[in-house]
Each structure stands twice: as C-alpha cells, then as structure tokens.
C-alpha cells in the first residue's frame, strides 16, 4: 500500500481544513517545505500536495512554497488545486512534480483528462458528497455520482483516483472504506483513499480491503496517528 502524507496550502502556509470548508483552516505550519522534509525523515516516498487558492481561483497560486517542497526533498509529489489546462501541467511537469491531479476538469471536460492522460501521469480527483461529485473547491455538488464519473475513466491511462468523502475529511472519524472499495472495483484503476483516515486500524482496513494508497493528513498534524508505526506496518505486509 502507497502512502502519502499531505499539506494543503494556502496563502503560502500548511493547513488542514474540515469538510473542505475554507473558513475552517488551521495553520500548521509557516514553512510547509520544512513538514514536507519531515515526511521524508519519517521514511515517506510520496507527499500528496493541494493548492487550496489554486482549487478555487482555477490557477496554481502557492508557486513559491511548491518549488520549496521540490528543492528540498527528494519526494515524489502529486498535485491537486487550479489545474484547468495543459499548460499548467507543463509547468508542473518541469519543476519536477511527479503527477497532477485533475478534479474540477474531469467533470466537466473528461474527455480533456483522458487526452492528458496519455501523455502525462495523472490521478482523478473524485470528492463526493453523498454519493455525487463535487467541484470548484467543493463549493458545488454536481448531478453526477461519484461511481459514474469513475467507470468513465476506466482503461484510460489513468494512474490512480483519489476519492475522497468530503463528509469525512479533515473530521478523523475513520475512512469510508465502501466508498472507497465501490470506485476501484467500477473502475478497475487503483485508488487512494482520502478522509477521515484517524488512526493505525484505518490502514489496516484498508489493506484488508485490498486499497491501492491513502492520504494521511490531519491524522499526523493532530497526533492520533505515528507515521512511522505506518511504514513499519507497510514494509511488514
């Protein structure tokens, strides 16, 4: 199983939101590059990183800490938040990330994802709530469920979905590993389980269940989870 810890930026800064609600953000850090070294320490070889500003402004908005993170750490970085075209991952791909994330795009121009995915590597970022999509930041929910936007990308060189029950994010009340478990079996792409992961018995489950990767955030700023009992867990399975 993939692990990969996260920072969420915003306004240059390491936060944690609660169900995805901006107002809700709080600071962990100045420095996020110095959270991103740490990570590596711990023995991380992913960091799952998300512009918040970018996410609602459409565009990347947090550069400067990202090329921080990238200078400073040798980890592979996958990134989310404002990516709306192939020119913005152009430039991700030459500052040295590792895979973009298409959320808000996939909805509403697939076809444009799938085109991307031929040429880049690119995870889809499906956030739900209750079941159906949603975009812009999570400030809309769509018409479409969750379980059909991911059997749209199937067998389309797509690296990973990362789908996220925007009920349990940021919330620590434990993964909803059925959702998780119906969008890989419908789309038959591995998928990293995001939101709500507490503690240890979380990953377990996951394993159990056969789960590509999760995202651990507010778990490891809060303290209810030891990243490196994680790792050691991982290496033992």
């Known amino acids: 199983m993939v692990i990969l810890p996260a920072i969420d930026l915003k306004d240059g800064k390491a936060v944690r939101l609660t169900k995805g609600l901006m107002d809700t953000a709080k600071i962990y ?29 459409g565009e990347p908005k947090n550069l400067e800490q990202i090329k921080k993170i990238l200078e400073n750490t040798d980890l592979k970085v996958e990134i989310g938040g404002g990516i709306r075209d ?4 152009k430039m991700y791909m030459d500052l040295g990330i590792s895979r973009v994330i298409l959320g808000s795009i996939a909805v509403k121009n ?18 739900a709530k209750d079941g159906y999509v949603a975009v812009e930041g999570w400030a809309e ?13 199937a067998n389309a060189g797509v690296e990973a979905i990362i789908a996220t029950d925007i009920s349990k994010d940021g919330t620590l009340s434990g993964v909803n590993v059925d959702f998780v478990k119906e969008i890989q079996d419908i789309s038959g792409i591995p998928v990293i389980a995001s939101g709500g992961v507490k503690d ?9 269940n056969k789960i590509y990767g999760t995202i651990i955030g507010k778990a490891f700023y ?16």
């Open 29 to 57: 850090s100045d420095e996020p590059w110095q959270v991103a070294k740490r990570f590596a320490e711990l023995g991380s070889e992913w960091l799952h990183l998300v512009d918040l500003n970018g996410a609602f402004a």
């Open 86 to 89: 192939e020119e913005t991952i």
């Open 110 to 127: 697939p076809e444009f994802v799938k085109e991307m995915a031929k040429k880049y590597p690119v995870a889809v970022g499906i956030d």
């Open 141 to 153: 929910v769509s018409k479409m469920k969750a379980t059909d936007l991911a059997k749209e990308f």
């Open 200 to 208: 240890i018995n979380d990953i377990k489950l996951l394993i159990k």
């Open 222 to 237: 809060e303290g209810t989870i030891n990243l490196e009992e994680v790792f050691k867990l991982i290496k033992e399975k």
